[in-house]
């Protein structure tokens, strides 16, 4: 019996996360170990927070490593699959720590690679519907290139996600490494930061302390949200495919900005009672207009689609919200 139990144990896959401590990071590592992998979760924790693995410490399967991937990472062992998810991604962090968002995107996904070659490991680079930037065309398909301002405001996300795509495929060609990469479109749910800057924990952190929401320009630009199980579901789907191309992972359906506010603001009322009204600003620096991904690659290759309506991912996302903060809003949405 012993002897079975190391041999299931040594067939164990291992697979490391960076940027594991973060809110996509740490719903992945989540993933990853309940389908019985050895699960490396690396973070810096410069975005990142242990709360968000805090319920995976210290269990037999899971390892915590606090290391900044900027620098020469070393991971001993075996290694099958590598998932580079670190690099901040809020617009909030795209003016306060533009260069270490360069960084991570350059250095981080050089050192990542470089350890996927040297253990013969798969690798997934997490990369982002920015690099469309402002699109001209619409929906975004995959072939398309980008409308890219390089030296806007948002130029070091955008072209760290750009540079990070172009050195995988670098190494998939040049050093036979087996990569994937994976566009992620507008993503949300538990674990984001409430200061995250980014629109639905902006909105949900103003509605249920009962502030007005911040709508950005006149709220008819479009985004495409998904809750995070389904991303999740896509990029596991990925690293198991044969797929080396990009695919976008989002939800093709169009809303408003003005219209998700709108539904934040009626389910935190639902939640917690709170009433909360909309407040217009100016729209930031190359704000995108309209971002829709085409997703016919994900359905034909993954046989993948967005499963959870707006209004559910957002009342659960709502709802740990109010928990987390301690509030007499949060006492309304335990009850």
């Not at 401590?21 to 050895?38: I, K, T, V």
């Not at 900027?70 to 075996?78: A, C, E, L």
């Amino acid at each position: 019996m012993a002897r079975a139990e190391a041999r299931a144990e040594a067939n164990r896959p291992r697979a490391l996360v960076t940027g594991g401590a973060g809110f996509l990071g740490s719903h992945l590592c989540e993933r990853l170990f309940s389908e019985g992998y050895r699960v490396v979760c690396m973070d810096n924790l410069r975005t990142g927070s242990l709360e968000n693995v805090a319920h995976l410490v210290g269990e037999p399967h899971f390892e915590y490593v606090d290391h900044d991937v900027t620098t020469y990472i070393n991971v001993p062992g075996d290694l099958d699959e590598i998932y580079h998810f670190a690099s901040p991604a809020s617009p909030a962090d795209f003016e306060r720590i533009p260069i270490p968002i360069l960084k991570v995107g350059a250095l981080g996904t050089y050192n990542s690679l470089g350890l996927a070659r040297l253990k013969g490991a798969r690798f997934m680079l997490a990369s982002s519907s920015e690099v469309y930037g402002d699109p001209l065309v619409h929906p975004q398909r995959e072939e398309y290139w980008g409308n890219v301002n390089p030296i806007g405001i948002r130029g070091v996300y955008d072209e760290a996600k750009r540079y990070a795509e172009s050195i995988t495929m670098a190494y998939h060609r040049h050093h036979r490494v087996d990569t994937r990469i994976v566009r992620i479109f507008n993503t949300y749910g538990p674990r984001m930061r409430p200061e995250d800057g980014r629109m639905i924990p902006n909105f949900v952190s103003q509605a249920l302390s009962g502030r007005p929401l911040t709508v950005y320009g006149d709220g008819t630009q479009t985004r495409s949200v998904q809750y995070v199980d389904d991303l999740i579901e896509g990029v596991v789907r990925l690293m198991k495919s044969a797929e080396t191309r990009p695919v976008n992972i989002g939800n093709p359906h169009e809303m408003t900005v003005r219209e998700i506010a709108e539904l934040v603001i009626k389910i935190s009322k639902e939640i917690s009672g709170s009433e909360s009204g909309l407040v217009y600003e100016p729209l930031p620096q190359d704000d995108p207009k309209r971002r829709c991904p085409d997703i016919t690659r994900a359905r034909g290759v993954l046989g993948w689609e967005p499963r959870v309506p707006a209004r559910e991912g957002l009342k659960k996302t709502l709802s740990w919200f109010a928990e987390r903060s301690g509030s007499p809003e949060a006492s309304s949405a335990k009850r």
